[in-house]
């Protein structure tokens, strides 16, 4: 009996389909530790500045929370896509692996492992690939407090929950809509952050950080 071709069929039409949609400017992936926050930000950004989704991929670890499992997560699906998810092997410019320090122990493993792969990488172009870590020291929630606080010096994560939960009443992981909340607030966001940055990396041990502005600022500016 003949096997029915038509599913594979659908799926390699939809994948052409979103290949003629593709913009103008660079193939994004991104690679969460979390599996609903981060993803749930990046998303709502792209839906809000009208990225197409042929350009801008975000996807949780699926290898694990700890943060080298991110990294190592993010470098497979880049090297060896994924069918199910429409995702072409090697079809960025630009690999992003989002985590936090919270308490992980791979965690400067993770930082390492990124910048080792940093221009080391080709794409379907046979073009080097930007491959970097965003990390937030503690967590990412640090980036959604500096939207209303001008943080300079370490918090525990629960701390920086706390705080968030004054000004976003309600909030918690996996929370959606965090982009349309704290939006007006972005600029300011971005420059403190930044400011931070002047100061502190993320190879220091506790002092605030987050590369999460680099990442956002990058979103919000692209264009056909």
């Known amino acids: 009996m003949a096997r ?83 995702i072409q092997r090697r079809a960025f410019e630009k690999v992003y692996a989002v985590f936090d320090r919270d308490d992980h122990g791979s965690y400067f493993d993770a930082l390492r492992l990124a910048e080792s792969l940093d221009g080391k990488l080709r794409n379907d172009a046979r073009q080097p690939v930007a491959f970097q870590a965003i990390a937030s020291v503690p967590s990412f929630e640090l980036w959604l407090l500096l939207h209303y606080e001008d943080i300079r010096a370490p918090l525990h994560r629960d701390e920086v929950m706390r705080r968030l939960k004054q000004h976003i009443p309600g909030y918690d992981k996996g929370a959606c809509q965090a982009f349309a909340v704290t939006s007006e607030h972005l600029p300011v966001a971005i420059g403190r952050a930044e400011r931070l940055a002047q100061r502190f990396t993320a190879h220091d041990a506790c002092e605030p950080f987050t590369a999460m502005a680099e990442l956002v600022e990058l979103l919000t500016t692209l264009r056909d």
Do not use: C, M
Request: aromatic content about 8%.
């Open 4 to 86: 029915d071709k038509a599913p594979k069929e659908r799926q390699r039409k939809q994948l052409e389909r979103k290949q003629g949609r593709r913009a103008s400017y660079d193939r994004i992936l991104i690679v969460s530790e979390g599996s609903k926050t981060e993803p749930n930000y990046f998303r709502e950004i792209r839906r809000a500045y009208r990225l197409h989704t042929a350009n801008v991929e975000v996807q949780p670890s699926q290898l694990g929370t700890a943060p080298v499992q991110v990294v190592q997560y993010a470098q497979a699906l880049f090297e060896d896509g994924d069918r199910h998810k429409n």
